[in-house]
């Protein structure tokens, strides 16, 4: 099993930054892609960012410039680094790790590939 445990959010100003943590216990998991995802209320979970172990990364168009992703493999930590935070962004924040090791690209994007999920963490940004 693996524990995930989110940290990092609050409220912010629009145009502030965020930057939120996310580290993984249990079994190892530095092999597999980690991600970011954010649901609002009233919407579904939305891809925000994925890295898989060698540090390749993708994001969904709504946060592309504006966020980074990144991991410490030695850590077992990710990082979403948040920088020109507007309303829209306001959301639980969720990181998660693939339920493969080597996964087609195509799934990156995909939530129901993600396996273990962090309670979540909230950002809000007061515009």
């Known amino acids: 099993q693996v524990q995930l445990a989110e940290s990092g959010g609050g409220l912010v100003q629009a145009g502030g930054s965020l930057r939120l943590s996310c580290a993984a216990s249990?079994?190892?998991?530095?092999?597999?892609?980690m991600a970011w995802f954010r649901q609002a209320p009233g919407k579904e979970r939305e891809f925000v960012a994925t890295?898989?172990?060698?540090?390749?990364?993708r994001y969904g168009d709504s946060v592309k410039g504006r966020f980074t992703i990144s991991r410490d493999n030695a850590k077992n930590t990710v990082y979403l680094s948040m920088n020109s935070l507007n309303a829209e962004d306001t959301a639980v924040y969720y990181c998660?790790?693939?339920?493969?090791?080597?996964?087609?690209?195509?799934?990156?994007?995909?939530?129901?590939?993600?396996?273990?999920w962090g309670q979540g963490t909230q950002v809000t940004v007061s515009s």
């Open positions: 998660a790790v693939h339920r493969l090791a080597a996964p087609y690209s195509s799934t990156w994007y995909d939530r129901h590939e993600y396996v273990y």
């Open positions: 249990g079994r190892t998991v530095s092999s597999n892609p």
């Open positions: 890295i898989t172990w060698s540090g390749l990364t």
